[in-house]
């Protein structure tokens, strides 16, 4: 059926911003076959309102593309079932956090992306002591292609959100940890390809900010993948108290807990992979991680007495331990432990190992490289981790592929 699109442009928001998108009706025209672009208002870039069928989210949805800081938060504050914002290239400076509660649908998500491969950094140095930078409540959003730096607390928070996609994320320089999910009801959320350094709280002395907390909640199907996370004062991953499993995936945490701030009363933890804790018992799922060094564990329980599951993974050269599960029922099969200064692994009773390099009658392969530059190089264009082969042993018997 031919279609007619009809749009409002009301008044009210920074920069002529708010909009009213009535629903298509029939007439003689057909629908066009590129995206329709207005100008709303002027600006370093413009912004326009664009509503096309060819949007990743249903006929209908409404485009927002934003080129100031009250823009932005305009855009987020507004957002509706199915709007998409696109931020265009340059670092801005909210006033204040920036919060929706809108929710999306599976077929209708809510966007929240840079301009067309556009730098776009987002930056809380301005925002009030304890402010987070970013809070969604919502379900179905979808973030992507930012840099959220300088919050003077958490970086970037989804709270009890359900199908969110959080991918190709940089979190660096907050005041607690760079990327947060937390509440209950956090279900089926996806964190894919996140760069999460340098994140200190200076008010707790390094001893909470993290690269990723999946931390005071519950829900099932989140997924962490991709994700490389390192220089942050407390630990790479934080698990604490969330009561549902969690698959973690693909992921390199290195080079935590480190005082790098000089902070005389310094209190970071540094573990690679925090994998519990907070009387929570919870059989996440670790496989295909790497963790290096880290001023504690590679990878820990973390008092998490549930049936853990860690298949080939790879800790090497942390000051502690390899892996410490101590009191809990993990299932440790296939990893890799090298060169770390507390020993390849802390196992109690319960703990089930089979087919690790520290297992009797295993040998452990030799490394292809030990030299950890081109991990530390550009992502690559899709946003998937640097080519690599720190770390690698060319076989499939046991540890991280490093991919």
């Known amino acids: 059926m031919n279609q007619r699109l009809r749009v409002t442009i009301t008044a009210g928001l920074a920069a002529g911003l708010s909009f009213v998108a009535p629903p298509v009706t029939a007439q003689a025209t057909a629908w066009p076959t590129k995206p329709i672009r207005m100008t709303v208002a002027s600006g370093a870039g413009g912004v326009y309102l664009g509503l096309s069928p060819d949007d990743a989210n249903a ?182 108290q969330f009561s549902d499993p969690v698959t973690v995936e693909h992921s390199w945490a290195y080079g935590n807990g480190r005082n790098r701030w000089n902070d005389s009363s310094f209190a970071g933890n540094g573990n690679g992979f925090k994998l519990g804790g907070g009387g929570a018992s919870v059989a996440h799922v670790v496989h295909s991680n790497a963790a290096w060094d880290n001023t504690l564990h590679g990878f820990t329980e973390n008092a998490n007495t549930g049936a853990l599951r860690l298949r080939r993974n790879t800790a090497y050269a942390n000051a502690s331990s390899g892996f410490h599960c101590v009191t809990g029922e993990a299932r440790l099969t296939r990893n890799l432990a090298v060169n770390n200064k507390g020993g390849p692994s802390e196992l109690g009773s319960a703990t089930v190992s089979a087919g690790n390099n520290w297992d009797s009658g295993v040998t452990t392969p030799a490394l292809r490289s030990e030299d950890a530059t081109t991990a530390y190089a550009a992502r690559r264009a899709d946003g998937s981790l640097p080519a690599t082969a720190f770390l690698t042993t060319g076989s499939d018997a046991m540890g991280s592929t490093m991919d």
């Open 59 to 240: 006929a209908g949805a409404t485009a927002v593309t934003v080129s100031t800081a009250a823009q932005l938060e305009s855009a987020v504050r507004s957002a509706v079932a199915g709007t998409v914002i696109q931020v265009r290239g340059g670092t801005y400076h909210p006033a204040r956090t920036l919060k929706s509660a809108a929710n999306g649908t599976s077929s209708a998500r809510n966007t929240l992306r840079a301009y067309e491969g556009e730098k776009v950094r987002i930056d809380g140095s301005k925002l009030a002591a304890g402010s987070w930078l970013a809070g969604i409540d919502g379900d179905y959003w979808t973030v992507q292609d930012l840099t959220w730096q300088n919050s003077p607390a958490q970086g970037f928070v989804a709270t009890s959100s359900v199908g969110g996609v959080f991918q190709n994320l940089v979190t660096a320089g907050n005041g607690d940890s760079g990327f947060t999910l937390r509440g209950d009801g956090t279900t089926d959320n996806l964190v894919r390809n996140l760069d999460s350094h340098g994140n200190y709280d200076a008010s707790g002395h390094g001893r909470n900010a993290d690269g990723v907390a999946v931390k005071f909640g519950s829900g099932t199907g989140n997924r962490i993948t991709g994700a490389r996370l390192f220089g942050n004062s407390d630990d790479g991953l934080d698990l604490w």
